[in-house]
């Protein structure tokens, strides 16, 4: 009965005699059977229709579409991917870093692991042992299958499209105007030639677009909280942030795109009067746990699975901490070094705070200042790192033939360094970066200085011994304090001018604060003839100071990437030049024998969407400006479409874009990629909005317009995607400008 009522409720009829009885009047019992239909009735009314090949396609679009879109994606992304046979742009780089993963050898990179363990992947499920170098144009060996690995990559970018269809149709978009967000995403040249390489550039697409798509599947589930359905997309949309964040640190762009939007959520609920604060903070709590600690864990996993690959020595372990490289294997630290340390022990010196490099001075010396030697911190082997630690000027009966002298907690020494025999040394003159300390240089030689060549010995901690009267290797962590300045040397991840190679200033701080990790020291390599040997490598260093270690030392070497003004890079552009398409990029050699990919995007997609962001922002204007005048051209329905599907994807664009413009390292177009989307949202946006009203026949004819010129530029420029084989001069006809350097 129950289920009757509510049939009859939803207007449904389960015995079906309402289909079946003419609205006349009738002399017959309610409920008596009817008489069936007479063939003149049949006649009248006709007989029930089957659906036709277009109501079917139209009933199953939201299926047929997606699948038949993913197709095309694949053949535009998968065709010709191996014609190439050569090393091209960033795969020197990437692909080698996959070979490291291989081989299981330490390296650094300035983005986090994830990509590059991904692409590791690809090579080992292509059989690859690793052994390629990928230098730069170089052909690839027949033994390795890059087309599986570059088919592997071409994957994240094939999955690119059918999200972008699932993200238009969750923002609320027409059919016609899904299918126009689609096309540009599928039909945009620079996405389809970024996928088909060895790079890091698809997977963040992938992760970009798969954060949007989430979040917009949690949006749509806001009248459905603590329901499965709104758990399931608030982790998925915590998951995909994670992902894309643990492939590039752009991906903290959208992150922050879906953080406004949370906060501006809890603020109307908080403002919300009949939610009861239990909701509120089982509100607040899901997205904490969702959005921040979900984020962060597979971040941290990411981490955890490079450290655990990673096993065995190799170019990156001067990043690391000076207990890291001891467990590696393979790796000379520690390795039958003495264990304590003595006057004429030759050593590097690591500094302890997070991404710290190694003591080092070169020939080179500073502009300003004192005009001495410099002396800097570098995060890579080199003989230059090496110091001999030598008694103060006091000791006068002290050579290095005489029995070994421990240096203990207190003491007064020398810092000569081996390559130029200098002494350290510090003075009363500015750094030359930050100038509220003082500069250190070498200055002098062994018989040659004064008494600001004196460094006091004072032992902070011991991870293996409470006794700290002792300097011991790899486990006791010192300080210098300067026996005349009173000031600490001092490395705080802060990089000299290109005079100074970028490399990490040293300095000598008044300031005495203990608990400063970045004047805090420990001997890294050590040998000393005259002390036997023992094992200091045993002692282990701990995930999470690894971990933070490791992301300093990623973005100080990132904040390093800066343009080098003695140096032409003919690749790199600037960020006024990516919305409208100024600049392209030559992925390769330009030799008539090599197969030319070039990076350029869509014409119409890239400048038609960078006019939309404007005109979003114009129409937002035009319409408060009509509300504050009392008109009310808008239903709630309306302002939310334009709230949600139009300004969040401008201000993910703004996100996405606005960093590039004030950061100062080096910059190329692929930055674009990320920004490039939210511009085709909020594209379609503005042609959904303007024309969702219009008669049938104006908004198929408008867009089928936008089709077809999106498919036909698209077509145009299809060889830089797919190879330009023989003389540039064959593909000028595509060289619109002269900053398009298709040919020469």
Not at 163 to 183: I, Q, S
Not at 373 to 384: E, F, L, S
Not at 429 to 457: F, M, R
Not at 685 to 713: C, E, M, N, P
């Amino acid at each position: 009965m129950a289920d009757k009522g509510a049939a009859v409720a939803s207007g449904a009829d389960p015995s079906g005699d309402a289909a079946r009885r003419r609205n006349v009047p009738s002399s017959t019992v309610p409920g008596a059977a009817t008489s069936r239909p007479q063939p003149d009735e049949i006649k009248i009314h006709g007989a029930k229709k089957s659906p036709s090949v277009l109501q079917i396609l139209d009933e199953w679009e939201f299926i047929i579409a997606p699948l038949i879109f993913t197709a095309l994606a694949a053949f535009t992304r998968l065709w010709k991917i191996g014609l190439s046979p050569i090393v091209t742009w960033d795969e020197a780089h990437f692909g080698k870093f996959g070979s490291h993963y291989i081989k299981r050898e330490l390296f650094f990179d300035v983005h986090p692991p994830l990509g590059k363990i991904l692409v590791g992947l690809s090579g080992v499920l292509a059989g690859y042992n690793g052994s390629f170098e990928f230098k730069s144009g170089e052909t690839y060996p027949q033994e390795l299958d890059y087309t599986f690995m570059r088919a592997f990559n071409a994957f994240w970018g094939i999955l690119c499209v059918p999200l972008a269809y699932f993200t238009a149709a969750e923002l609320n978009l027409k059919r016609p105007a899904v299918w126009l967000v689609t096309l540009m995403v599928l039909c945009e040249n620079s996405y389809t030639t970024i996928s088909r390489f060895i790079l890091l550039d698809s997977m963040l697409l992938f992760g970009t677009v798969a954060t949007v798509f989430c979040w917009s599947k949690f949006h749509r589930q806001q009248k459905y909280s603590f329901e499965p359905e709104w758990f399931f997309w608030l982790f998925m949309t915590g998951l995909s942030l994670g992902f894309v964040c643990s492939i590039k640190l752009v991906g903290l762009f959208v992150t922050a795109m879906v953080g406004l939007y949370t906060i501006e959520d809890l603020w109307n609920k908080f403002g919300n009067t009949r939610m009861s604060y239990p909701v509120l903070a089982a509100h607040l709590s899901a997205r904490v746990v969702g959005l921040i600690v979900i984020p962060f864990l597979v971040y941290l996993l990411s981490f955890a699975l490079h450290f655990a690959i990673l096993t065995r020595s190799g170019p990156g372990d001067a990043q690391m901490s000076s207990l890291f490289q001891a467990n590696l294997e393979g790796s000379e630290i520690g390795r039958n070094s003495p264990l304590e340390v003595a006057w004429g022990s030759k050593v590097t010196i690591k500094n302890m705070g997070y991404g710290g490099g190694l003591l080092h001075s070169h020939v080179q010396t500073y502009p300003e200042g004192s005009t001495q030697q410099q002396v800097t911190c570098y995060h890579h082997k080199d003989a230059n790192n090496e110091w001999w630690f030598y008694p103060n000027r006091s000791v006068v009966d002290w050579t290095p033939e005489s029995e070994p002298h421990l240096i203990s907690n207190g003491e007064v020494v020398r810092l000569i360094h081996t390559q130029t025999g200098r002494n350290l040394h510090s003075h009363d003159i500015s750094a030359p970066v930050s100038k509220s300390q003082k500069e250190v240089s070498c200055y002098g030689n062994l018989t040659i200085g004064d008494d600001k060549d004196h460094w006091k010995v004072e032992i902070v901690k011991d991870v293996a011994s409470r006794d700290k009267s002792k300097l011991r290797t790899l486990t006791t962590a010192f300080r210098l304090k300067n026996a005349v300045m009173g000031c600490y040397l001092r490395a705080a991840n802060v990089n000299l001018p290109q005079w100074g190679f970028k490399q990490i200033e040293v300095t000598c701080d008044k300031k005495n604060n203990p608990k400063d990790t970045f004047t805090h020291w420990n001997v890294e390599a050590h040998t000393n003839e005259k002390l036997p040997p023992g094992d200091p490598g045993k002692y282990k260093s701990p995930f999470l100071h690894d971990f933070i270690h490791l992301n300093v030392a990623m973005m100080t070497s990132n904040n390093a990437l800066v343009p080098d003004p003695d140096k032409q890079d003919d690749l790199a552009s600037q960020w006024w030049q990516w919305p409208i398409l100024n600049v392209g990029l030559r992925m390769c050699g330009w030799d008539d024998k090599i197969v030319k990919y070039f990076l350029l995007g869509n014409p119409f997609v890239y400048w038609v969407s960078t006019g939309s962001l404007g005109l979003v922002g114009l129409v937002t204007v035009w319409y408060i400006l009509r509300w504050q005048r009392g008109f009310k051209d808008l239903s709630q329905d309306e302002i939310d479409q334009i709230h949600y599907a139009g300004l969040y994807p401008v201000l993910g664009w703004f996100l996405h874009y606005l960093p590039f413009v004030v950061m100062a390292r080096v910059t190329y177009v692929h930055h674009y990629y990320p920004a490039l989307y939210f511009a085709i949202l909020s594209l379609g946006f503005l042609i959904d909005f303007t024309l969702r009203k219009q008669h049938k026949a104006i908004q198929w004819t408008i867009y089928s317009v936008l089709y077809t010129i999106i498919i036909g530029l698209y077509i145009f420029f299809i060889p830089i995607c797919w190879g330009m084989t023989g003389s540039n001069q064959q593909y000028k006809y595509m060289k619109w400008f002269d900053s398009w350097r298709i040919s020469d």
